[in-house]
């Protein structure tokens, strides 16, 4: 099993460890001498302790060994190694992972430097070279290599905008209910922006979370929910993909891997939100309809999101920038097999279908 943490001081040898032999191991077999000298002195004692210190290094462990390590400085990814006898499992883009998910609660723009061992990895993972750089090192050797960034951006798994609006059992804007209601906040809206606003604020604020007024029965299709007046995270982002779908614009789905209670019930389970287009802007943005209380503070934002939960990388939470054109199946399985929230709370789906398929 592999765990990622936070580095303190008592790792300075494990984090220097990791990052010299990898160093000494691999990269004479992409540079010359003198520059793996320079490598190797960058990465200098007091380097490695100041960014300790400052909280910026992360070790992963494997069955409690430390077996590889990144330094996440503001918006840039710096230092990742992982040590020669455990590369090629998989660890190298477990910390790429973490590492970017701790940068895009921050920013849009990830940056690092390119090695040449990493390039290619990097390339895989959607990052394209800004700048190329050459420093003369020891014996005349020189370093090459590219700044490369990545802007977080939304992606969607259907190619067909068409799927984004279709009404279907689950998103059933042909309900009347529900095209009333799209009617009526269409009818209150200066703007397409303004009714996907209005739209978002009145599920979010109109229709409860189940758990906040410990409502117990559950509902899944957005006419059930608005029938309900209630629904968890995800049937309530059925209702609101109905409203704005009814009035042409496309909406899918999104889910976040986050803990369910870190007191009582710390377990990671999915939470779902939507995506959705802004025509008037020409992008998608996330909206997070589950309800605001104590410690939830969730807006309708354009320029920079602001959802109901801050994802935290270190205890295994997790998020994902794909925009579904359908409700996951385990999902609308999970909704429509459990007969109250009780039983529904005990089996929260904990691996999507979307995530088996990809």
Not at 29 to 52: A, L
Not at 123 to 130: D, F, K, W
Not at 329 to 343: F, H, K, P, T, Y
């Amino acid at each position: 099993m592999a765990d990622l943490r936070e580095a303190n001081h008592e790792d300075f040898q494990i984090v220097k460890e990791i990052t010299q032999t990898t160093i000494k191991s691999v990269y004479p077999k992409y540079y010359p001498e003198g520059t793996v000298r320079f490598f190797s002195e960058h990465h200098s004692d007091d380097r490695i302790m100041d960014d300790i210190l400052a909280r910026k290094v992360y070790l992963l462990d494997v069955e409690g060994v430390p077996v590889g390590t990144v330094t996440v400085s503001d918006n840039e990814i710096n230092r990742l190694f992982v040590l020669p006898e455990y590369q090629h499992n998989g660890y190298g883009r477990q910390l790429m992972d973490f590492a970017e998910q701790i940068i895009c609660k921050v920013s849009d723009r990830i940056v690092l430097d390119a090695s040449l061992p990493a390039k290619k990895l990097y390339l895989n993972r959607g990052y394209v070279a800004t700048e190329y750089n050459m420093i003369e090192t020891d014996n005349g050797d020189f370093l090459c290599f590219d700044v490369m960034e990545k802007k977080r951006e939304l992606r969607l798994f259907s190619e067909d905008i068409n799927d984004y609006l279709k009404c279907d059992p689950i998103v059933n804007f042909d309900n009347t209910e529900v095209s009333e209601l799209a009617d009526r906040i269409y009818s209150e809206s200066e703007t397409e922006t303004d009714f996907i606003r209005k739209a978002y604020e009145y599920v979010r604020d109109k229709i409860f979370h189940s758990a906040d007024i410990s409502a117990d029965s559950v509902s899944c299709s957005a006419s059930e929910v608005l029938s309900a007046g209630h629904g968890i995270c995800f049937a309530k982002s059925h209702l609101l993909a109905a409203i704005l779908r009814s009035k042409s614009i496309p909406t899918g789905f999104c889910y976040q891997k986050l803990i369910l209670d870190d007191e009582t019930t710390p377990v990671l389970i999915y939470h779902g939100l939507n995506g959705v287009f802004l025509r008037e802007y020409g992008k998608w943005i996330r909206l997070d309809a589950r309800g605001n209380k104590p410690g939830v503070n969730a807006q309708f934002s354009i320029d920079s999101e602001r959802l109901a939960f801050p994802i935290r990388p270190e205890k295994g939470e997790a998020d994902s920038f794909v925009i579904y054109a359908d409700p996951d199946i385990e999902v609308v399985r999970a909704l429509q097999s459990n007969d109250s929230r009780v039983a529904l709370w005990n089996n929260l789906p904990m691996k999507l279908e979307y995530e088996m398929c990809l």
